[in-house]
């Protein structure tokens, strides 16, 4: 596996990151202790004596935080219920069940026949409410079965969802799990010989350990009452469920195997769950990862400076099931948890979400919203990426070109502005020293000249008719840099690239990212309205100049001529609007600012939102992008008006709609009749329109 150089360093940030919320081990242990004891309370609670309950998954494992907000998993047994693997195990005046396998189960279901309570003889051709027929005539326990108890009277709503019955509206319990799923399940005190496989299995690394496997073997096993949807019997097919030693071994997890499966789940929660909901790649799917990888590997691979590495080991090999289309259940391997699941178009899309990841080279974590870890994890690393400043040496002499430019333009004509509107903001801030406040400014802008350096990078290795991937990915590492610069302007940049790299997915999770946390425009911070909760902020929380600007300004972003192969299609014709200052004057910084293409940060937020569903096809989302284009045109005040009417323009001829795009190109030549790059997109319209 090619692993770069500044994994060990962030796999040590991203663990004090950790350290800093619910995920330490004093904690983990803390709540693993309160859900045993609330398990054993459960049935005096219920006031339910023959029965038994436990309660599994996320909350019983400790897998879970605050901002994941997991379901409650609570699993039923009568003690009289038991499951027979063999009439050998029968006693008189027992409730008992045959456990059959034949050519109509799939692996990792059963069917359950009823047997005789005083004769140790299964039942054959006798139906009632919960007995039915299969097709050799024996006489089975249904799955559809339903049961009484106390619990109903503690909630407002039941569901009844596939095997469970989800409890809701319960209580003062919302903030601590999102709903309470109860199944009612059968259970055997044997692990049935299906799962003979990992009992016998070869194991060079000894884990999980014998005595853990003798632990497992002992807990038995449920049977939940589900069956398999491609089953022709599957009314009356059981699930086998190992609910009892997943629990087990989860509790056998190190303190870095923990966190890594923590950290898994929010990344399906947050990458891949919006796109596929809750029934394609699951929590089970990443634990069951988790246990072969973990099985294969040796424990020297689980350190602190190894996290990345193992959060990489789990995503190749959940790659690899998605490729072969199979994920095979940990105890009974020839169960497929792919099956009628991952398949087709869902099947590449997952695998291409995957690979995105991967290529990520971890740099998705600074995204992750679950308890601040992503914006805290940034803050951390703000220069991890050690490489840089070795491979800064060997960057072209144009790219000291662009560097001057960014220095000394950017710098005389925002430095000011942005200076002032951060003395603006509060008198507080206004009583610092010039020096204190240039001293922050001069650090947001440094992570501000990262987005540029980055896009002329990226712009000059696209050029070439040979890609270098070392440069690209050096690239994408100061655009990653350049991100924290301000609320938008940086992240932009970053959407702007990975649109333009056909990484759809991610550059729509960074767009949602702006939107959630937008705030104020530079240009347009209204003192008077904003002020006190500033200050507020400001005394309240202490935070510096530096994130005052970071939380609560967006620069314009400019796009040089160096950035040409990076920037959009519609940006381009700004770059050619004039070679002369409008007045004639020979001012260089002017001339400097002609051909070059700038743009209010919201509009061009709504702007690469429209690009990035029309890459994607999704036309309901894209007219909400255009809709909110057209918003921010009406009631903003824009300092750059007519490059978004231009920009709009450009949506608008993309959908089909000309007749529009000419009035708003029209308006904008109104607005600005000279040096204006509306001239260019009337030829292209006008051609279009012929064309058409």
Known sequence: MDVPDYYDVVSVRLIKVLDTTELTEKIRWKRIEMWTQVEELLTVAWCDRKGKHHIFG????????????SDLDIVSHSILDTVLEDMQSWEP???????????????????????????????????????????YGRSCISNNIRYNSNISKMFASTEHHGPAWTFTNYLRLRNTFSSIDRVHALRSHSVPYTASEWITRRREHNWPSQEIISIILESGTFFVPVGHKLSPEKHLEWRISFSYGEKILVWQFSSIQYRC???????????????????VLTSYHWKTCMFYIIETTPSVIWQLQNLLRCIDLCLMKMCT??????????????????????????????????????????????MIPYNGIGQKLNIACQFPFT??????????????????????????????VLLDGVKIISPLLQRLSSHAVRQDISTILQRFYCSNIGSHLASQCLKQQTIDQDVLDMAYEFLLLG???????????????CLLQNKGILAENILQNIEENYTFLVSNIPAEKIKNDICLRIVNENISTTDVVRYYCAFPLPYLPSEIYCTPTALIPEMFRSTGSPQGSLNLLLDYWQSWAVVDPKLYLYFIQHQCYHQQSKITHKMVALSNMIWVILHEELEYKDTA????????????FLVQSYAVLSKSMKLKNHHNAAKWHIAHLVNAGFRS
């Open 58 to 69: 996320s909350q019983a494992e400790a897998t879970t935080t605050s901002g994941l907000i």
């Open 93 to 135: 005046d027992s409730q008992a069940a045959l456990m059959i396998i034949d050519d109509t189960t799939l692996p990792g279901y059963v069917k359950l026949q009823q047997v005789y309570s005083d004769l140790p003889v299964p039942i054959y051709n006798l139906q009632t409410e919960q007995l039915m027929l299969d097709r």
């Open 261 to 279: 499966y923590v950290l898994l789940k929010m990344i399906n929660k947050y990458f891949i769950k919006k796109w596929f909901g809750e029934n």
């Open 321 to 366: 099931w998605v490729e072969e289309c199979n994920c095979p259940n940990y105890f009974i391997p020839a169960e497929n948890m792919f099956l009628d699941k991952v398949i087709g178009p869902v099947q590449r899309k997952l695998s291409n979400i995957l690979h995105d990841l991967l290529r990520e080279k971890s740099r998705y974590l600074t």
């Open 387 to 416: 490489q840089i400043n070795y491979q800064m040496k060997h960057i072209e002499k144009s790219m000291s070109t662009v560097v001057h430019l960014i220095l000394f333009n950017i710098h005389t004509t925002w430095f000011e």
């Open 483 to 497: 991100s924290t610069s301000d609320v938008a302007s940086g992240k932009l940049k970053l959407a702007t690239f």
């Open 645 to 656: 009417l231009n920009l709009l323009a450009f949506c608008l001829k993309e959908d089909g």
